[in-house]
């Protein structure tokens, strides 16, 4: 057992959990070195999900403090073995995977759209304005019209989902050319695309640009991923899964 027991399977029900017992035979510092820590650093999302997912941690029971709104330093104060990072939200994916950081939160279609390799602990379903999921979707001038995705053949469609808006277009069997863009995707049309792959919260972005979504190419949702290592260790997947449980309860709740 990782944890210096014995066998992981010899456990006790004390104050209301299951916890390992028994002779322990070694010391897993000894064993483990710098990867035996108590602690868990949790990546949060900036921007969009950011005050959701500190009211989500709140609700779950976690006090966070924070010195001010501009402030991306983040503590814990009634669990401080839990650390936090804040970053941008398509960042969190990589750090993850990379093992900079053992957990963190962040949309469904920025992991898929990272194309990387973690954990999917559990859905959170919330989205920035609540309880639910929000849309990416393909979006065009609001004058045009189309008939059916043929239309979009050898057409340029600029989007921050790279990876996402080029797997619907080959599913699709359409041949299209992807542009980049990494902020204010609503005005790349008609100069630099055709059309945009966006995320849809209210519509109101795209209505102000004089664009029309016409098609959900994914539907996503906030999700807590953790780092394949981190979760192999039986110290630190404990306490990933206390965090989950909780995050999930308070999801339950709104």
């Known amino acids: 057992c990782d944890l210096g027991y014995k066998s992981c399977f010899n456990k006790v029900f004390e104050g209301g959990n299951f916890n390992t ?3 322990k035979v070694f010391d897993p510092i000894d064993i483990y070195g710098e990867n035996y820590t108590k602690e868990i650093i949790l990546g949060i999302p900036s921007g969009s999900l950011e005050k959701m997912t500190i009211s989500m941690l709140n609700l779950s029971g976690y006090v966070v403090e924070r010195d001010s709104n501009r402030s991306y330093s983040l503590k814990i104060r009634n669990k401080p073995e839990v ?10 994916p990589h750090y993850v995977a990379q093992g900079i950081i053992d957990a963190a939160i962040t949309g469904m279609d920025l ?3 990272a194309e990387v390799t973690v954990r999917d602990v559990c859905d959170l379903k919330y989205n920035k304005l609540g309880l639910g999921s929000v849309v990416i979707a393909l979006a065009i001038p609001k004058e045009e019209n189309i008939d059916g995705l043929k239309s979009f053949e050898g057409k340029q469609i600029a989007t921050a989902y790279q990876t996402l808006t080029q797997r619907f277009f080959h599913l699709n069997g359409i041949s299209t050319k992807i542009i980049p863009s990494i902020g204010a995707t609503e005005g790349k049309v008609p100069f630099v695309a055709d059309a945009v792959v966006e995320l849809v ?3 109101k972005t795209l209505k102000a640009n004089n664009l029309k979504p016409i098609l959900k190419i994914y539907e996503t949702t906030a999700h807590l991923i953790a780092n394949n290592e981190s979760w192999g260790y039986t110290w630190k997947r404990k306490r990933l899964e206390e965090i989950a449980e ?3 309860e308070a999801s339950q709740k709104l």
């Open 21 to 23: 017992a028994g002779k």
């Open 83 to 92: 650390k936090l990072l804040m970053a941008r939200a398509e960042e969190l």
């Open 111 to 113: 992991i898929e759209n």
């Open 201 to 203: 919260e209210t519509g």
């Open 246 to 248: 909780r995050l999930t």
